[in-house]
């Protein structure tokens, strides 16, 4: 099958890709994140102030960009 490109697949090797790749799959309702972002990005900028950290410090990129939800990952601040 992956040798020639070019020749006809049969409709089971078809289906089989498809299953594979998982298209046409119904898994279920996916939970989302229901947390409003304007209200996050005013308590980050909160900190932000609170903290004295500038846009583009290396704190700065760990305030905004860590996943708490995703990685558990927790902005500490700064170390003085």
Same mark, same amino acid.
């Given at each position: 099958?992956?040798?020639?490109?070019?020749?006809?697949?049969?409709?089971?090797?078809?289906?089989?890709?498809?299953?594979?790749?998982?298209?046409?799959?119904? %898994?279920?309702?996916?939970?989302?994140?229901?947390?409003?972002?304007?209200? #996050? *990005?005013?308590?980050? &900028?909160?900190?932000? +102030?609170?903290?004295?950290?500038?846009?583009?410090? %290396?704190?700065?990129?760990?305030?905004?960009?860590?996943?708490?939800?995703? #990685? *558990?990952?927790?902005? &500490?601040?700064?170390? +003085?």
């Amino acid at each position: 099958m992956l040798g020639n490109p070019a020749r006809n697949l049969t409709m089971s090797e078809i289906d089989d890709i498809i299953r594979l790749a998982g298209i046409n799959e119904f %898994k279920g309702f996916q939970p989302y994140n229901t947390e409003n972002i304007s209200i #996050t *990005g005013t308590e980050k &900028r909160k900190i932000e +102030k609170e903290k004295n950290i500038k846009p583009g410090d %290396k704190e700065w990129f760990k305030l905004w960009f860590s996943l708490p939800g995703m #990685t *558990g990952a927790n902005f &500490r601040g700064r170390k +003085k």
